[in-house]
């Protein structure tokens, strides 16, 4: 069978990757939100809220964890084709399968030194500097996340290398 280059494409069977479509929207819409609601305030009442900053940034930075499931779910992340496109079919699955292998090697340093980290803000009682919530509220969720896009690297990884070939 040969290989087929699906990038952004869904993988056969479905869309079981909608959920994170889902979050990565409703965070996106968050942040529209808070974002458009502060500038009218602050046009009729020259008062900003500042604290929708501390907000808006932990919802960025959700939606592009949660975007970078999806990307490697359906085959969309980021990558150089050109090099890998010249290759055999067989050679493309193996050097899609290292890149995968080295993007979950990454992740998971992320999620071991993100969950360090927010032991250490749940430890020493961090606040953040704009409401005053503990900090690890807002941190605990990169070792969440990381863990997620592991799961959908994992995914990738077995739809690449299952006996059939086709991806």
Known sequence: MSFKASAGQPPKGGRPFRFDEVLAAAAMALICLISFANVIVRYLTDVSFAFTEEYSVFLL?????????????????????????????????????????????LFAMVLYYGALFAFDEWQYEETSPGLGYPNWIYTVWLPVLCGWILVRIGGRLHRLFRHDGEV
């Open 61 to 105: 930075v959700f939606m592009t964890l949660i975007g970078s499931a999806v990307a490697f779910a359906s085959d969309g992340h980021i990558r150089i084709l050109f090099f890998r496109n010249l290759l055999p079919p067989r050679a493309r699955r193996l050097a899609d399968g290292l890149a995968l292998l080295l993007s979950g090697l």
